[in-house]
Structures are given as structure tokens and as C-alpha cells.
């Protein structure tokens, strides 16, 4: 069993950064592949950065690609998504999830990130 949880939310103003955290529980974390996703209002939750257990792959979101980095620190048992460039396209509730297996089981609770124009 994994537990996750999000911080680093908030509001931002457009061009502005921000830097989620994702802390897990349990002694197996670095064995998973770990990912972000955000959820805007109205519309589907979307894939957004991915990582892999030893944070040499990493892959992102055309929308993302050159202004979001996914990081990961098995020593700490965290995944970061550091936000830069932030545009109000990107307001949604972002979540980490840990891939089992091909398959995103654990998910964490969410955080809000609002961009103002």
C-alpha cells in the first residue's frame, strides 16, 4: 500500500512558477514509475509528466514540454513537478500517481494551481 500526498499548490499570476511535491509512504517507492496529472473544471483528467523509478526517463505533455520538469527523490520518497512559464490554461488540480504494473493504482488526494491573467 502506498499512501500519497500533494503540496505546493496555490494561486499564481501568469509567467509566475510553482513547485508541487508529491511525499509517499511505504519502503517501495523507488521501485515506481511515478507521474502528474491535472483535472481543469469540465473536463477529463489529463496525463501531464511522467518519471521513472530511477529518474532517468522522464516524459511530458506536448501543452508542458520546455516549462515543466518532473524530478524525483527516492531518498526522500518524493516526485516534485517544478512549473515555470505558469498560463491560466494551467489551472486545474494537479495529482501524482505511482504506475503498478502499467497501471496508475495510488493516487493522491489533489492540489489546486490557479493562474490569473
Known amino acids: 500500500q502506498v499512501q500519497l500526498v500533494e503540496s505546493g499548490g496555490g494561486l499564481v499570476q501568469a509567467g509566475g512558477s510553482l513547485r508541487l511535491s508529491c511525499a509517499a509512504s511505504?519502503?517501495?517507492?523507488?521501485?515506481?514509475?511515478m507521474a502528474w496529472f491535472r483535472q481543469a473544471p469540465g473536463k477529463e483528467r489529463e496525463f501531464v509528466a511522467g518519471?521513472?523509478?530511477?529518474?532517468?526517463?522522464?516524459y511530458y505533455v506536448d501543452s508542458v514540454k520546455g516549462r515543466f520538469t518532473i524530478s524525483r527523490d527516492n531518498a526522500k520518497n518524493t516526485v516534485y513537478l517544478q512549473m515555470n512559464s505558469l498560463k491560466p490554461e494551467d489551472t486545474a488540480v494537479y495529482y501524482c500517481?505511482?504506475?503498478?504494473?502499467?497501471?496508475?493504482?495510488?493516487w493522491g488526494q489533489g492540489t489546486q494551481v490557479t493562474v490569473s491573467s
Open positions: 511505504g519502503r517501495t517507492f523507488s521501485r515506481y514509475s
Open positions: 500517481a505511482a504506475d503498478v504494473k502499467g497501471e496508475y493504482v495510488y
Open positions: 518519471i521513472s523509478w530511477s529518474g532517468g526517463g522522464t
